[in-house]
């Protein structure tokens, strides 16, 4: 009944929590229906899950395509430098392409990279408790264009605190140690 009347306004229904135990506590035709009636993608595992797909929704309505990127000399690296001292600094960076999926960096890995997202979303993932494999990795944070990561390797020699990974294709300038 509630997805009824959420219809005609635009809204939606999302499911959190949904996974193998409920859909076996609650079987039968209702459950059936109701889920069949909000879609594949209104129903999560977690509520992280929920909230990020409500957060891209929001993104992609109000912001148009073009604003999504920032370029090298737009960065706030770059803020109060003059055109040649911003091409000087740009070649020690190299554009690196990523594609949906890809892992930036790993949890645990030994970096030595600094990385200044042009374009694309990014997740920062991390794992929980003692054991990696008994843990599902809990999402810290999403970045975006305009964003730095991974600038504590080029200080300390320290494991990667958490995994990157692109949730679109994205593009960064990355920054190595031994240009750094």
């Given at each position: 009944?509630?997805?009824?009347?959420?219809?005609?306004?635009?809204?939606?229904?999302?499911?959190?929590?949904?996974?193998?135990?409920?859909?076996?506590?609650?079987?039968?035709?209702?459950w059936?229906?109701?889920?069949?009636?909000?879609?594949?993608?209104?129903?999560?595992?977690?509520?992280?899950?929920?909230?990020?797909?409500c957060?891209?929704?929001?993104?992609?309505?109000?912001?148009?395509p073009?604003?999504?990127?920032?370029?090298?000399?737009?960065?706030?690296?770059?803020?109060g430098?003059?055109?040649?001292?911003?091409?000087?600094?740009?070649?020690?960076?190299?554009?690196?392409?990523?594609?949906?999926?890809?892992?930036?960096?790993?949890?645990?890995?030994?970096?030595?990279?600094?990385?200044?997202i042009?374009?694309?979303?990014?997740?920062?993932?991390?794992?929980?408790?003692?054991?990696?494999?008994?843990?599902?990795?809990?999402?810290?944070?999403?970045?975006?264009?305009?964003?730095?990561?991974?600038?504590?390797?080029?200080?300390?020699?320290?494991?990667?605190s958490?995994?990157?990974?692109?949730?679109?294709?994205?593009?960064?300038?990355?920054?190595?140690?031994?240009?750094?």
């Amino acid at each position: 009944q509630l997805q009824k009347q959420l219809m005609p306004t635009g809204k939606r229904l999302l499911l959190c929590g949904v996974n193998g135990r409920t859909d076996q506590k609650h079987t039968g035709n209702e459950w059936e229906q109701l889920v069949s009636s909000l879609g594949a993608d209104a129903v999560f595992q977690n509520m992280d899950n929920a909230l990020e797909w409500c957060e891209d929704q929001i993104i992609s309505e109000h912001i148009a395509p073009s604003a999504l990127t920032r370029e090298f000399d737009q960065s706030a690296l770059t803020q109060g430098l003059s055109t040649e001292q911003i091409a000087q600094l740009k070649s020690y960076f190299v554009a690196t392409e990523y594609q949906p999926g890809d892992c930036v960096f790993e949890e645990g890995s030994t970096g030595a990279s600094l990385y200044l997202i042009a374009s694309g979303t990014l997740d920062v993932l991390a794992h929980q408790g003692q054991s990696k494999q008994k843990h599902v990795p809990v999402r810290l944070q999403t970045v975006t264009h305009g964003s730095v990561l991974g600038e504590m390797s080029l200080i300390d020699a320290l494991p990667r605190s958490a995994t990157v990974t692109c949730r679109n294709a994205a593009r960064c300038y990355v920054l190595g140690k031994d240009n750094y």
